[in-house]
C-alpha cells in the first residue's frame, strides 16, 4: 500500500519538480515571511512520510479498507500517468 502511494505521489509531483528548477535559476531572492512553510518540506512530507503513514494504517485497519484504497490508488496513478502524458 505504501508503495503505491509513494509511486502516486512521486507522479503527482513530476511536473512540479521541472517548474522548481527552473524557477530556482529565476528567483535567488524570496519575500516569504518567516512563517511561511517551505514548499519543498511539504512535497518531501507529501512523497514520504504521507505514504508511510498510510501503510501503517492500512496495516491496523479491515482488509477491505486497505483493498478500497489501494485500487483506488491505482485508478489515480492511471489518471495521472495519462495527464503527465499529455502535458
Known sequence: ?????????????????????ISEKKEETSDTPEFALDPKIMQNMMLYFFPLMI????????????????????FVIGQQAYVNRKK
Open 1 to 21: 500500500m505504501a508503495l503505491v502511494q509513494y509511486i502516486q505521489a512521486k507522479l503527482s509531483f513530476y511536473h512540479t519538480d521541472k517548474k522548481e528548477k
Open 55 to 74: 501503510g501503517v494504517t492500512a496495516y491496523f485497519f479491515p482488509l477491505g479498507v486497505a483493498l478500497y484504497w489501494f485500487i483506488g490508488t491505482l
